[in-house]
C-alpha cells in the first residue's frame, strides 16, 4: 500500500519552532518531487514547499520564504520541512504530497493537481 504520513506538527507560541517530517511507505521516494501544502479552516490549500527529486532545487511560497527550510532524506525515505519564526498565520493543516519526476532531478511544482499522493495532515497551530 503506497502511503505518506506525516509527522511533527502540534501546538507552538509565535516566534516558535516546528520541524515536520514526511515519510513514505510502500514505495521510494527516489524518484518523487516532494511538495508541502497547508489549509487553514475556511480557506483554500495552497503550496507552501517543494523539493526535487535530488534536493538541489527548491522552492517557497513567498509567505513563508526565509522561515521555512524543505529537505530530504532518501535513504530514510523522508523528506522535512523545517519552520522557525512561526506566525499565528501559519496554523492550518499542512499536508506532503509526492509527485512522478522520474529521472527530472531539478524540477517540482506547487501546484497541487500534478501530485499523485497525499498524506494526511498534520495539524499546526501557532498560537500564545
Known amino acids: 500500500q503506497l502511503q505518506l504520513v506525516e509527522s511533527g506538527g502540534g501546538l507552538v507560541q509565535p516566534g516558535g519552532s516546528l520541524r515536520l517530517s514526511c515519510v513514505a511507505s510502500g514505495f521510494t521516494l527516489d524518484y518523487y518531487a516532494i511538495g508541502w501544502f497547508r489549509q487553514a479552516p475556511g480557506k483554500e490549500r495552497e503550496g507552501v514547499s517543494c523539493v526535487s527529486t535530488s534536493g538541489d532545487s527548491t522552492n517557497y511560497a513567498d509567505s513563508v520564504k526565509g522561515r521555512f527550510t524543505i529537505s530530504r532524506d532518501n535513504a530514510k525515505n523522508t523528506v522535512y520541512l523545517q519552520m522557525n519564526s512561526l506566525k499565528p498565520e501559519d496554523t492550518a493543516v499542512y499536508y506532503c504530497?509526492?509527485?512522478?519526476?522520474?529521472?527530472?532531478?531539478?524540477?517540482?511544482?506547487?501546484?497541487?493537481?500534478?501530485?499523485?499522493?497525499w498524506g494526511q495532515g498534520t495539524q499546526v497551530t501557532v498560537s500564545s
Open positions: 504530497a509526492a509527485w512522478w519526476a522520474g529521472t527530472n532531478q531539478f524540477m517540482c511544482t506547487m501546484t497541487s493537481k500534478r501530485y499523485d499522493y
